[in-house]
T-cell receptor
């Protein structure tokens, strides 16, 4: 089954404790991206990747890191999480870019205390 | 970068009525305009999209119109049904930036 998976689905952590949210797609998509969703603010793009080893900042990259060592995986890293990073995070992928249907993962709800 | 404004933030209609959601964008280079539907607790899913070389596109009860001169595009849902209740997001992208910018969303509530 074609899908985008994220883990964990729910995470409660404390300020400063490094964490990684994994994202994997099995559709051989070139483009992958991360969004955060906050009430009243919609979806905001954090980082995106056009291909392996090619990543770039979206609209809200501060406090986040990403890597794209393999085509299928695009982990989101919070090296020192803060309470303002409490949010719902979505990973998405598409065949060839931002102007193509985005397939979203199920979301990861992160709470930073 | 791109800025997308979406209105209204909430919309309540009776079943069978039409619903219209409007978005404006700022970057005249934007050329792709998708609409996503997000049901409660679910992930966003594409429902329709339009590119800048087309003025209107329809798919059964939903349609999207684009006015490049005014830099706005709209989602039209006819004969609304309770299962249309969801949050709808518009978005815009420009191949020059490789990013996708979303509006803040419209919560549509269709009452039986």
């Amino acid at each position: 089954e074609a899908q985008v998976t994220q883990n964990p689905r729910y995470l409660i952590t404390v300020t400063g404790k490094k964490l990684t949210v994994t994202c994997s797609q099995n559709m051989n998509h070139e483009y992958m991206s991360w969004y955060r969703q906050d009430p009243g603010l919609g979806l905001r793009q954090i980082y995106y990747s056009m291909n392996v080893e090619v990543t770039d900042k979206g609209d809200v990259p501060e406090g986040y890191k990403v890597s794209r060592k393999e085509k299928r995986n695009f982990p989101l890293i919070l090296e020192s999480p803060s309470p303002n990073q409490t949010s719902l995070y979505f990973c998405a992928s598409s065949w060839w870019g931002e102007s193509d249907t985005q397939y979203f993962g199920p979301g990861t709800r992160l709470t930073v205390l | 970068g791109e800025n997308v404004e979406q209105h209204p933030s909430t919309l309540s209609v009776q079943e069978g009525d039409s619903a219209v959601i409007k978005c404006t964008y700022s970057d005249s280079a934007s050329n792709y305009f998708p609409w996503y539907k997000q049901e409660l607790g679910k992930r966003p899913q594409l429902i329709i999209d339009i590119r800048s070389n087309v003025g209107e596109k329809k798919d059964q009860r939903i349609a999207v119109t684009l006015n490049k001169t005014a830099k706005h595009f709209s989602l039209h849902i006819t004969e609304t049904q309770p299962e249309d209740s969801a949050v709808y997001f518009c978005a815009a992208s420009s191949s020059g930036y490789s990013t996708l910018t979303f509006g803040k969303g419209t919560m549509l509530l269709v009452s039986p």
